[in-house]
């Protein structure tokens, strides 16, 4: 299992969980080896790595009660939305977006640093949670950018369109001509890669959809888009209930997917969030397509949006990864919360306890993540010249995680994102001991405070 590359890091470990090839392979007492660049190079026993690697200038951390799983992949957020956590609750999705969403961000998502310190807030509470990578659909990529190098986490970020003006641009068209010059802007940033971002079927006309559906093609990039989120989107559309605001913005009375379909879209480069109300026909076409479905369990409990059939999709061949959505939704962006919910609402939809075990919940959240960005040949496994993006979570020596039978199962069914204990990304540690290394907790707080005393201040003023 060698490659005979510099070795930089040896990180010793009691369990380490590959994913690939097989997601339910587990290895007791072995070793991965980071080599210079923050690659894997190699993976083997400790006995072996302490012989291979006795150089005094590698680094050996030595991880005695800890399970090794590559870094979570969030492959669905909003993270500018983290500053509104919890400015609006319990509220159904479109009643959310017109009465607090939408007012908030037409005043302050221009604003100087507001997105940046949303994205930077996010980074934070994800890299301590064991994510090392997420997909963001958000205003102002650019500032989301530098959040993202700050933090030392990686990110694919969303080319936003919409049908409606903002602080931005104007038009559609204005959109896609302003995201090809940020793809240009940051198309040279280190853990920084984009996709166009249209941001649902009831909010972006056909002409523009299939427009973002040639860049995509163009390009060779993701395009990230909310599909099928509710059961009014899909009605409306299918009837073409044009005074319904939930409708598709297309002249063609047909369910959103099919539609997308006729558009050209639905294929391997798709990223699709949420897809909660589905057909079997729309299962088959997602399945043979090679598709990408992000499914957000939390948020989608909390909104009441219904229940995706994963089950139905990971048994039809549809890569299933799992996104939190943003943290004005969720209300966290917590990928442990994520994987648990997933497995067991699965369970339950299907009336099957065998569907989505733990190990398939974990593949969720990291290696179909690294595929839906489309970065699984770098990401999301512990294999051979992968980054090392990893996490190690500390089991066993806490009462909720005691006695550790199955690794993989209390990973998933007992542990925390309070479990994480170090992070890794691209070979680099940015969490040790369960503290950030690189980034002032305090400094996010302050911000955060800031930005609420200003939103309660404007947002009732205009109520």
């Not at 139905?312 to 990928?335: E, F, K, Q, R, Y």
Request: hydrophobic fraction near 45%; glycine fraction near 6%; include cysteine.
């Amino acid at each position: 299992m060698s490659m005979h590359l510099d070795a930089a890091t040896v990180i010793c470990a009691r369990w380490v969980a590959p994913v690939a090839p097989d997601a339910t392979l587990i290895y007791e007492n072995y070793a991965v080896v980071l080599d210079s660049r923050g690659k894997i190079a190699d993976l083997c026993a400790i006995p072996e790595a302490t012989e291979k690697y006795s150089d005094s200038a590698i680094e050996f951390v030595h991880l005695p009660n800890h399970l090794l799983i590559p870094g979570l992949v969030n492959a669905h957020t909003h993270t500018g939305m983290t500053l509104m956590r919890g400015k609006a609750d319990d509220e159904p999705l479109l009643t959310w977006l017109h009465n607090t969403v939408w007012p908030i961000e037409g005043k302050f998502t221009h604003r100087e640093r507001f997105c940046h310190d949303g994205a930077l807030l996010a980074a934070a509470e994800m890299l301590i949670s064991g994510t090392t990578a997420f997909a963001d659909m958000y205003w102002n990529p650019i500032e989301a950018a530098e959040a993202v190098e700050r933090a030392g986490i990686r990110a694919l970020l969303g080319l936003i369109c919409i049908g409606f003006p903002s602080h931005f641009a104007k038009s559609e068209q204005e959109y896609i001509e302003n995201g090809i010059r940020i793809a240009e802007t940051l198309k040279d940033k280190e853990r920084i890669t984009l996709a166009w971002a249209p941001h649902a079927p009831y909010t972006v006309s056909d002409s523009a959809l299939k427009q973002l559906g040639q860049l995509s093609t163009d390009m060779q990039i993701p395009l990230h888009v909310h599909l099928h989120e509710t059961e009014d989107e899909c009605s409306a559309s299918a009837k073409l209930e044009t005074t319904n605001p939930a409708c598709h913005r297309s002249e063609h009375a047909a369910r959103p997917l099919s539609n997308f379909d006729r558009l050209g879209l639905v294929n391997s480069r798709l990223l699709a969030a949420h897809v909660v109300h589905t057909t079997d026909e729309e299962i088959s076409l997602l399945a043979n397509s090679g598709a990408n479905v992000v499914h957000c369990p939390s948020s989608n409990m909390k909104l009441a949006s219904g229940f995706c059939r994963v089950s139905d999709m990971i048994a039809a061949g549809v890569h299933v990864a799992l996104g939190t959505d943003s943290a004005a939704s969720n209300n966290s962006l917590d990928m442990f919360s994520e994987m648990r919910a997933a497995a067991l609402l699965a369970k339950n939809v299907s009336r099957d306890p065998t569907t989505v075990p733990a190990a398939t919940a974990l593949k969720m959240a990291t290696l179909n993540g690294a595929r839906a960005l489309g970065l699984s040949d770098e990401l999301g496994s512990i294999e051979l010249g992968k980054q090392g993006d990893l996490v190690a979570v500390e089991l066993g020596t806490r009462v909720h995680t005691a006695p550790v039978f199955h690794p993989l199962s209390t990973l998933v069914y007992s542990a925390t994102r309070e479990d994480v204990r170090e992070v890794w990304v691209g070979g680099k540690r940015l969490v040790s001991n369960g503290k950030l290394l690189h980034l002032d907790v305090a400094e996010l707080l302050v911000s955060a405070e800031q930005w609420m005393s200003q939103m309660t201040k404007e947002m009732s003023s205009t109520t």
